[in-house]
């Protein structure tokens, strides 16, 4: 007998437990209807992930019990029906004047109104953007349920990566895997989850169905790429990626060893790193103000390549109607640079407006006339052109509603080529975890595609062939403070990101000036990070949970 099996590959909110528990009654209601027995919802699908430290609240573990109940209320008139919640289960305080009470990360099977089976997650990590042991209890058992004479062993997420948890489903009789996910974006992540999945699979001998989450939440990102794997670790069914669906996976016995065969409707190709990064970009964008209540977005628009990829990026994701462009030009702007952010704004419908911020910044240079007497001009006067602009587009936000979204890139974040409280100011920070070498490709890229159907060719060529300048001086250029970007971004990635030290990069050819420059730059500039805005996270290490330097910090490798 044929057991179809569906992933609610679903975009869950935080906190929202009513809403959350409506997702997962309409998707079992629609899987069933199309003939599926079980349904997998992703890991803490009822409370949203990561829910932090509302975990340690009372109230919202109490929450979470009762949306439990309700879907299992709710689903009682479904004959047969298997539907595996993820949820937290257990005391929700910690304090040192009282006991603690243990807290799980579990997988429920509810049936009929009735809970059928019940796992708690055992592996709990504790890395990246994960801290689940300040929340969660490890357990200790394996967890198997049966429908329709298949027996299916639970694990949830990081279970997976491990041998043991799968060794345990298989000694209780388990004859497929069943991982409950909400393992966060970076470039590439799919393919790994895959490999790993796959050892897994050829290691204990088991088939394996992979339910993840899709959506956006603050920084991290979840792209859904639900997955599943036959017993020799060959991919049978891919979700597509960033998209909320049912996708469905058949199970049939198979006449020859027993093994469980798996198919299912189609497996969705691999894309390009510029479209995963592309869509990953949109959906945090889209999601972060549309479950925070943003009515709109407003970004200084320079002429520059970073902010005419954010405006290309927010119109993919929210429409031209809601964002609002301003270009503010100093004495310094070039004419070019009007020019082009016009150009970029008519191309891509949005409202645009024009704010010179010459008689402000004189102002501000005439009030502290008597201060800076004697004085050279320096970084000073930059500065302040830049909060000149952060203040107007705080202002306009102030009196619309609409979040600013900051345009800086993880090179300039890495190196503090960047103004507090200048063009930091803002509400997300929506390319802050991207360096400057992919921003000239992702620019490139959405010039070539256009996915949402938003605009043909949205960048001027020349915004992405010009010389980035903060035009903040004359004849300004990045290049004339930092080293070059492809060199930049080199050290970046592989200091930063991959904690390699400063003798390995020069002993594979990078000049030590370079290094060290590079280097002392991003330890000097920790204090500007803690400052900025929230931000996408799409790499495997990014400035902010990623990353917990210490801002007063004597040591130097």
């Not at 390009?272 to 549309?290: F, K, M, S, T």
């Not at 004419?335 to 952010?341: G, H, K, L, Q, V």
């Not at 803002?426 to 992919?438: L, P, S």
């Not at 970046?492 to 590079?518: C, H, P, S, T, W």
Request: charged share 20%; net charge negative.
């Amino acid at each position: 007998m044929t057991l179809q099996i569906c992933i609610a590959q679903l975009n869950f909110i935080v906190g929202d437990m009513a809403g959350n528990a409506r997702k997962v009654i309409d998707a079992a209601r629609t899987a069933y209807e199309q003939g599926a027995r079980v349904l997998i919802t992703p890991e803490l699908s009822l409370c949203g992930y990561a829910a932090e430290d509302l975990l340690l609240r009372p109230a919202f573990i109490d929450a979470c019990d009762d949306a439990l109940k309700t879907v299992a209320r709710e689903l009682l008139g479904l004959k047969g029906m298997h539907v595996v919640v993820g949820h937290p289960e257990g005391g929700g305080i910690q304090s040192k004047s009282v006991a603690i009470t243990q807290r799980f990360n579990r997988a429920t099977v509810l049936s009929e109104g009735q809970t059928i089976a019940s796992y708690a997650k055992q592996e709990l990590p504790n890395y990246q953007v994960f801290d689940e042991r300040r929340y969660f209890t490890p357990g200790q058992e394996a967890c198997v349920f049966e429908v329709a004479g298949v027996k299916m062993g639970l694990l949830i997420c990081e279970d997976a990566w491990f041998e043991k948890p799968a060794s345990m489903a298989r000694k209780a009789g388990a004859q497929l895997l069943v991982v409950l996910n909400a393992s966060p974006f970076h470039v590439g992540k799919g393919l790994e989850r895959e490999v790993q999945m796959a050892e897994r699979v050829r290691e204990c001998g088991l088939p394996l169905i992979y339910a993840h989450l899709v959506g956006g939440q603050d920084e991290v990102i979840f792209e859904g790429r639900s997955f599943a794997l036959n017993a020799a670790g060959e991919v049978v069914a891919r979700a597509p990626a960033f998209k909320a669906c049912l996708p469905c996976i058949q199970v049939n016995p198979s006449p020859k060893n027993g093994i469980l065969n798996l198919t299912g409707h189609g497996i969705s190709a691999e894309a390009a790193w510029e479209a995963d990064l592309w869509h990953a970009l949109v959906l945090g964008i889209r999601d972060y103000l549309g479950k925070n209540g943003f009515p709109g977005a407003i970004l200084g628009l320079s002429g520059g390549i970073d902010s005419a990829l954010v405006l290309a990026l927010a119109v993919d994701a929210l429409g031209a109607e809601n964002i609002h462009a301003v270009m503010m030009p100093s004495p310094y702007t070039a004419d070019i640079s009007w020019i082009d952010a016009r150009e970029m704004a008519k191309r891509m419908g949005v409202r645009y407006d024009e704010i010179s911020i010459a008689p402000l910044f004189e102002s501000f240079k005439s009030a502290l006339s008597g201060q800076f007497k004697g004085l050279a001009e320096d970084t000073t006067e930059e500065n302040i052109q830049a909060r000149v602009r952060g203040t107007l587009l705080m202002a306009l936000s102030n009196k619309t509603g609409a979040i600013v979204l900051t345009t800086g890139n993880k090179s300039e974040m890495a190196t503090g080529y960047c103004t507090l409280y200048g063009d930091m100011a803002g509400g997300f920070a929506v390319i802050k975890d991207v360096v400057k070498t992919q921003v000239f490709k992702l620019a490139e890229w959405r010039n070539q595609h256009d996915p949402y159907g938003s605009c043909q060719n949205p960048i001027p060529e020349r915004i992405i062939t010009r010389p980035p300048s903060a035009e903040l001086r004359a004849d300004q250029t990045d290049q004339d403070s930092l080293p070059p970007y492809e060199v930049l971004d080199a050290i970046v990635q592989r200091y930063m990101e991959n904690d390699e030290g400063i003798n390995a990069l020069v002993a594979d050819g990078f000049d030590r000036a370079d290094v060290e420059k590079v280097t002392r730059l991003i330890k000097l500039n920790e204090y500007k990070r803690r400052q900025s805005p929230v931000g996408i996270r799409v790499t495997h290490r990014s400035f902010g949970k990623d990353w917990r330097y210490p801002i007063t910090n004597r040591f130097r490798a």
